[in-house]
């Protein structure tokens, strides 16, 4: 091999590229190092931009019903558990008007960021687009589905000394009665009164709505008779029967709950039959997917906790799910497609 030329103080060169390297003097960058820097901070860069900090400020959440209630109750419970393990403030922000649209047009509205995320209950998602002309979003478009957080089964209950103890009962009952079943709710257009149109077509049976304003007064006179039976969540009817001013016939469930042990569930009549409330969290669309991922498993890790589970099932009567953010999406899907078909068949409105 050729022995470079000898520069000033004998050093000898190598080939022209290491000398060129050598000539820009210790410390100083060469091509190689400028282009490999270069390409390092892009790749810093992409791994910023697919891995965004998160939680890097406070956290709202979005609650579209009023502070006190149940959903509320949960969603604070929820908000300081993710507080403390953030190391950032959950703030819970109750947007209660026109049946919780403001709350859940925010989020909508909001940076995809994770830092704007909505606690949903379940008619704000299912029914409020079926039953309002000017909703300010989108629920197929507008929004990440994060993680169903707990389910709530309903209970169809009646008179204690009604001629009928099941579904089954009910429905021979009913064949001799051509004016129909009435059944209360709290409202023509929340829920329960869904749900009943549910348990009508499952059963064959006519089945016509009577809304209350209170639910004393609806439960006042299906216990003296006059209506034939109620439909609402476990919180608001158990107390009744177990207080034995009403009779549970069916839980919405495909399971008993202990709590309740003698009121059958309606699977057991309409084999797979389930019709729930519940509650999610949702973030606007175009969340990061790490940002969705690592709120959801966050959550579930809280959820997950046994007084979590303990208090929720108590006091609410409630079931925690927590479950992934493709199951949620999925979920939401099927029973935004049957609440949409009930709506449209009852011809039901709230403008």
Known sequence: MRAGRRGPGGARHGRRGEGDDMRRGEGMPTRRGVIAGIAAAGVARGARAQDPVFPARPVRLLVGIPAGGAPDVIARLLADRLGALWGQPVVVDNRPAASGNPAAGAVAAA?????????????????????????????????????????TPFIVACQPGAP???LDELKAWARGRPAGVTFATLSATGLPRFVGERVKAALGIPMVNVPYVSMAG????????????????????TPQIRGGFLKGLALTSTERDPVIPGVPAAAETIPGFTSRGWFGLLGPAGMPEGVVRRVAEDARRVLSQPEMRERLRRDFGADVVAGTPGEFAASLSADRAVYRRLVAEVGATLD
Not at 218 to 237: F, H, K, Y
């Open 164 to 166: 009928y103890a099941t």
């Open 111 to 151: 940076a995809p960021d994770g830092h704007t995320l909505l606690f949903a209950h379940a008619s704000l998602l299912l029914l409020n687009e079926a039953l309002m002309r000017n909703v300010p979003f989108n629920g197929e478009r507008d929004f990440a589905p994060v993680s169903l957080l707990a389910t």
């Open 218 to 237: 609806a439960v006042q006179d299906v216990a003296a008779g006059r209506v034939d039976l109620l439909i609402d969540g476990t919180p608001v009817i």
